[in-house]
């Protein structure tokens, strides 16, 4: 059905001696992973979910929020998360036929207090094989001779990868203002208790040469591989937690 993704900028959250690191939920893996087997995959329609976020074990106040739209073969993609310590927003368009993602545009948008708001943006034009980003970090541009995707977009292949039964995949992306490549890999189960009940989920750890850091994704094959609660571990000093509490979402009819 779909990838729920989610995705928040750590940076905002840190101590002083805690170097930026920004989150990829990935998502956002991002983000929903919604999904019935691969060879009977369907569209998402929409998707509204919630999450509550724990720094450091502690609940935080404010509101996160992911929103998924569909127009035929085009996606929206828009994340908010409004606390005291930070005002964010992230917002992605893309194409996809068939489990394949053409990113469109994306634009990411941070406030701290006593802080101006700091954007970056990227716009993709595959006639002329060039990506451009401004603000933050540029201008810049890249060549898409050979697909990149921005930090939202991937999540909706990488959802068709865990769904054909996939235990390890990458993807060249555009992140803080350079071309990376990111990989993934389903180390094992775990319980997660959710705000719509307990669930078994896979356990999707982007891989990483840093052994204080680590990321990992929690994907329920029973919610049709929604992802369920995401972990990133910055240091011994700094842990950040997001858990779904509550979701509504439709699919495309066939």
């Not at 170097?19 to 956002?28: D, N």
């Not at 977009?153 to 803080?176: N, T, V, W």
Request: aromatic letters at 10%; proline letters at 4%.
């Amino acid at each position: 059905m779909s990838l729920l993704f989610f995705q928040f900028s750590l940076n905002r959250f840190r101590p002083a001696s805690v170097r930026p690191h920004r989150i990829v939920p990935a998502v956002a893996l991002a983000a929903a992973l919604l999904g019935s087997p691969i060879a009977q995959a369907q569209d998402i329609d929409y998707v509204k979910a919630n999450f509550s976020v724990e720094y450091n074990n502690k609940l935080t106040e404010g509101v996160n929020r992911l929103t998924i739209q569909r127009d035929q073969n085009q996606y929206e993609v828009d994340f908010d998360l409004d606390h005291w310590m930070l005002s964010s927003s992230q917002h992605a368009t893309f194409n996809m036929k068939q489990c394949e993602v053409q990113p469109l545009s994306y634009v990411s948008k941070n406030k701290r207090p006593l802080k101006d708001t700091s954007t970056q943006s990227l716009a993709f034009d595959w006639e002329n094989e060039q990506a451009k980003l401004s603000g933050d970090g540029g201008p810049k541009q890249f060549d898409l001779s050979n697909r990149l995707y921005d930090p939202l977009s991937f999540f909706f292949e990488a959802r068709c990868d865990l769904m054909a039964g996939e235990q390890r995949f990458s993807y060249p992306l555009i992140h803080k203002g350079e071309s990376k490549t990111h990989t993934y890999k389903v180390v094992g189960t775990e319980p997660v208790q959710t705000g719509q009940g307990l669930v078994e989920a896979l356990v999707v750890e982007r891989e990483r040469s840093s052994t204080t850091r680590r990321t990992r994704l929690y994907v329920a094959p029973s919610l049709d591989y929604l992802l369920v609660k995401i972990e990133h571990q910055e240091s011994r000093l700094l842990k950040i937690v997001a858990t779904l509490q509550d979701m509504d979402y439709q699919l495309v009819d066939q």
